[in-house]
């Protein structure tokens, strides 16, 4: 009975600090994501600043307040007419933080987030009209080469030892093949 005993207490034991451990894991890492409205923001580098702003804020707010985060992976989402995309993401340690608490060398930028929210370079451009290609400057083509520099290459003959065929060509069948013998 002694042995039953102390095989169900090392048992009870083990399992517990297996549920201590994984609790504590879980508590460690925190995901967030934040919704920002852009449709008063004219410019798209508004809309990015205001996004770093708020994931820095939240970032110093969760690592006070909770002393048990190691791990923050913060998502800034951008809202512009009826559009949600990613505009930001940062993922910090609580050390690295701590380090060097610049936002931007946490970050992952969207750079297809302008496209989808549809910020425009030019404010002048309306939604329907299409987008004036840009100018670039021409570079003239180079002359033509003169024909005196040029190699001669020798052209193939007209003739060929081969007859071309007349009409359309005719696939072989099986009544064609000598070698087939019917039993």
């Known amino acids: 009975m002694n042995l039953y005993y102390r095989i169900l207490w090392s048992t009870i034991l083990i399992l517990g600090s297996l549920f201590i451990t994984n609790l504590s894991v879980l508590a460690s890492a925190k995901k967030t994501s934040l919704l920002i409205e852009s449709n008063n923001n004219n410019s798209y580098k508004s809309l990015v600043e205001q996004a770093e702003n708020l994931a820095q804020k939240k970032i110093n707010q969760e690592f006070t ?5 190691t791990e923050i992976t913060i998502t ?7 559009q949600i ?3 930001i993401r940062s993922t910090v340690s609580r050390e690295e933080w701590q380090n060097n608490p ?5 970050t992952r930028y ?11 370079d030019n404010s002048n451009i309306s939604d329907n009209q299409p987008p004036v290609p840009n100018s670039s400057p021409q570079v003239p083509a180079p002359p033509p080469p003169s024909t005196d520099s040029q190699p001669k290459v020798p052209q193939p003959k007209n003739t060929s030892p081969r007859r071309r065929p007349t009409s359309s060509p005719r696939f072989p069948t099986d009544e064609d093949d000598p070698k087939i013998i019917d039993d």
């Open 65 to 69: 307040n909770n002393s048990e985060i």
């Open 110 to 120: 969207f750079a297809d987030a302008k496209l989808l929210l549809k910020f425009e």
């Open 85 to 87: 995309v990613p505009v």
């Open 102 to 106: 610049k936002i931007d060398n946490f």
């Open 76 to 82: 800034i989402l951008g809202e512009r007419r009826s």
